[in-house]
């Protein structure tokens, strides 16, 4: 009944930007941080960021911050990853992921391609 389901990935240049979103359904979405994590080729899983539910407090990892942005719109039941700056080694599937109430994460959208390249 979960269902979180990602869309905006796709092909851009270095120093471009990208907005991916997260559209969550099957459960009270505000109640719930969200997270967005990231696998590249030959790479593990890589947590990227995270919001929590009222949208007030984000999180970031290292590689991401001050060219990524996470937002969510409760109305709206989504979430958005506003990338800027892009590097190639930002290529990867993009996924979102509900935080659920032991800190897990219990649910996965399918993933979305973004490539970065010339």
């Known amino acids: 009944q979960v269902q979180l389901v990602e869309s905006g990935g796709g092909l851009a240049q270095p120093g471009g930007s990208l907005r991916l979103s997260c559209a969550a359904s099957?459960?009270?979405?505000?109640?719930?941080?969200m997270n967005w994590v990231r696998q590249a080729p030959g790479k593990g899983l890589e947590w990227l960021s995270s919001?929590?539910?009222?949208?007030?407090?984000?999180y970031y990892a290292d590689s991401v911050k001050g060219r990524f942005t996470i937002s969510r719109d409760n109305a709206k039941n989504t979430m958005y990853l506003q990338m800027g700056s892009l590097k190639s080694e930002d290529t990867a599937v993009y996924h979102c992921?509900?935080?659920?109430?032991?800190?897990?994460?219990?649910?996965w959208g399918q993933g979305t391609q973004v490539t970065v390249a010339s």
């Open positions: 099957g459960f009270t979405f505000s109640s719930y941080s």
């Open positions: 919001i929590g539910g009222g949208g007030s407090n984000t």
């Open positions: 992921a509900k935080m659920g109430h032991y800190w897990d994460l219990d649910y």
